[in-house]
């Protein structure tokens, strides 16, 4: 079993919809992050949370909102979909400063 | 702004051969470099990392990083016909609350049989 879990992992949506991304781990990394990889754009950071207490927004969080439910859960919310948040979506963790990213499968979403 | 730039590619290498890929950042409180594998729809998994200026090797992988000018390169010696993938070049900046790792966009290498 994948260390850090998303789903789904693929998703049709319509536009206004509102959609939710789930994200687990097993790493007990404390650190759990959202990017989204669009073609010709790399990876760009969303929002990221070092406890559960603490959530802060990316790069890019316009449109998106999370959660970090526990130690190991973080979802993204899109509260009203739209076509250009059409993306490959990365949940990542990490243990502490300094140190590597860890991916999950990615959700692959399509906003119609 | 932080920004960490690659060439964007492709890049073609013959079997066999040595690929360089190379990568600029522009925040000088980058404290670690990484450098990942992504292969077309998967998620990105880490090659190498690098905090020290100077050369770092691991089997056929060396990272390269130069703090003065700012500069981190990773080189596949021997390179083969799996190694094709897109190379990711990331920065993160340690403390001052700020976190998650600035990507660039990415080095797509094709290791030609």
């Known amino acids: 079993d994948a260390d850090v879990t998303q789903t789904p992992r693929n998703r049709i949506t319509k536009t206004g919809k509102r959609i939710m991304l789930e994200c687990s781990q097993t790493?007990?990394?404390?650190?759990m992050y959202w990017y989204r990889q669009d073609p010709g754009l790399g990876l760009r950071l969303i929002y990221y949370?070092?406890?559960?207490?603490?959530?802060n927004k990316g790069e890019i969080s316009d449109g998106y909102s999370v959660s970090r439910q526990a130690q190991a859960k973080f979802s993204l919310s899109l509260e009203s979909a739209i076509p250009n948040q059409t993306a490959l979506y990365f949940c990542a963790t990490s243990e502490r400063d300094n140190t590597e990213a860890f991916f999950g499968q990615g959700t692959r979403l399509t906003v119609v | 702004q932080k920004e960490v730039e690659q060439n964007s590619g492709p890049l073609s290498v013959p079997e066999g051969a040595i690929a360089s890929l190379n990568c600029t950042y522009s925040?000088?409180?980058?404290?670690?470099f990484f450098w990942y594998r992504q292969y077309s729809g998967k998620s990105p998994e880490l090659i190498m990392f690098?905090?020290?200026?100077g050369d770092k090797e691991d089997g056929r992988f060396t990272a390269q990083l130069n703090k003065a000018s700012q500069y981190v390169s990773l080189l596949i010696r021997d390179s083969q016909p799996s190694d094709s993938a897109t190379y990711l070049c990331?920065?993160?900046?340690?403390?001052?609350?700020?976190?998650?790792?600035?990507f660039g966009k990415g080095t797509h290498l094709i290791i030609q049989p």
């Open positions: 925040d000088r409180g980058s404290q670690s």
């Open positions: 790493k007990g990394h404390d650190r």
């Open positions: 990331a920065a993160r900046i340690s403390g001052g609350g700020a976190d998650g790792l600035t």
């Open positions: 949370s070092f406890d559960v207490k603490d959530i």
């Open positions: 690098i905090y020290s200026n």
